[in-house]
C-alpha cells in the first residue's frame, strides 16, 4: 500500500513513517519544513518519497496525491499560543491546508483519509474524562481550526463519500518532538530544561492537568483507523484515559533524570485550558486501539532519546 503523510518530516509524522517503513509499506512525505525537519527521517533516508511542498499549495498536494491508497494527515501549525498570537497563518495551515488535502484525497479516490484532530476541541468543559458525544467548545483559534477540519471530515464522507476519520490527539510526546521553539510541547522543554540543568517554566500554578500520550499510542490509533470497519465518518480520542499534573509530571521527571524538581512559576497563557482527559472507550470498540505504553515507561524511552541523540544539547 502506499501511504501519504503530510507533515511526515514534523515529530508525530515521521513517527509514522518510521512505522510505516519497518512494515514494509510505501510512503510518501509532504512537508514544507516550516516546523518539521529532515533529520527526523535521516534514518529512513532512500526508503521514503520525499515531496517539499505546502499543503496550501493545491497543485502540489494533487500530484503528490497521485497513485495513493491511505491519507495520514498530520501537517499542520500546532501550538494555541501560536494560535494566539497569529491566528491567519494557523487558520490558513490548518483549516485551508486541511480541504486541500481532503479535495486532492477526494480527487484521487484515496480509500481513506486519517486526520490528526486535537483534544483542545473540548475547551474547558467541567466533565471529566472527555467523551466525543460531548459539545465541542473551543477557546482559542487553533482549537476553531483544527475542529474545523474534523467537521470537513465528516461532510466530505457524507458528501462525496470519501472514507475519513479524525483522531482527537491529546498532548503526545515522545522521540522527536522539536524542543527549539517557545511553541514546543511542555515535556520536550521540560525534559530538555532538566537535562541541560536549566529551570523550567511553569505558566500558572502547575495544578493543570494533561493526559499526555505516548507517540507509539498514536501511531498505533492512526494505522487502526485506516482499517477499522465502523470509523469512516467519525472522530475518536486518542488519549490514555488518566492525566496528571505539571507539577506531577515535573517531579516523575526530575526523578528519572536524578535532578531537583525546580521551576519558574509565571502567568497563565491566553487560551490555556485548565484539565483535560481522554474516554478512549469509543476508540477501544471501533478501532481496537490499546495505548500500551504508559506515561512513566513514554516519559522514560522520551528522556532516553534526549539524551543520547544530542537533541537536548543546549
Ligand atoms: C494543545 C492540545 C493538544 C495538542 C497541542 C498541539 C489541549 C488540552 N491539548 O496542547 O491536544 O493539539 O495543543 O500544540 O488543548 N506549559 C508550561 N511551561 C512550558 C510550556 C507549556 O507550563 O514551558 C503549560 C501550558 O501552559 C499548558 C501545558 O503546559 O498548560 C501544556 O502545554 P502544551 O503547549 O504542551 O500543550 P497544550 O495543552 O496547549
Known sequence: MTYLITGGAGFIGSALAH?????GERVRVL???????KKNLADIVGRVEFVAADICDLPAVERA??????????AAL?????????????HRANADGTINVLWAAKQA???????????????????LPKVESMIPNP????????????????????????????LRYFNIFGPRQDPTSPYSGVLSLFITKLLNKQTPTIYGDGEQSRDFNFVANAVQA???????????????????????????????????????PRAE??????????????????????????PKVTFEEGLRQTVDWYRTSGAAAA
Open 109 to 127: 479516490g484515496v480509500k481513506r483519509l486519517v486526520y490528526a484532530g486535537s483534544s483542545s476541541a473540548y475547551g474547558d468543559t467541567p466533565t
Open 222 to 260: 492512526n494505522l487502526l483507523a485506516c482499517i477499522a470497519p465502523n470509523a469512516p465518518g467519525n472522530v475518536y480520542n486518542v488519549g490514555t484515559g488518566s492525566r496528571y499534573t505539571l507539577n506531577q509530571t515535573l517531579a516523575m521527571l526530575a526523578k528519572i533524570i536524578g535532578v531537583e
Open 65 to 74: 496525491m497521485q497513485g495513493v491508497d491511505y491519507v495520514l494527515h498530520q
Open 265 to 290: 512559576y509565571t502567568a497563565l497563557r491566553a487560551g490555556d485550558i485548565r484539565d483535560s482527559q481522554a474516554d478512549i472507550t469509543a476508540a477501544r470498540r471501533d478501532l481496537g486501539y490499546d
Open 31 to 37: 512537508d514544507n519544513l516550516a516546523t518539521g525537519n
Open 139 to 166: 477557546l482559542s483559534p487553533y482549537a476553531v481550526n483544527k475542529l474545523l477540519g474534523e467537521y470537513y471530515n465528516k461532510v466530505f464522507h457524507r458528501c462525496y463519500g470519501l472514507e475519513t476519520v479524525s
Open 19 to 23: 512505522e510505516l517503513v519497518a512494515r
Open 78 to 90: 500546532p501550538s494555541v499560543p501560536r494560535s494566539v498570537q497569529d491566528p491567519l497563518s494557523s
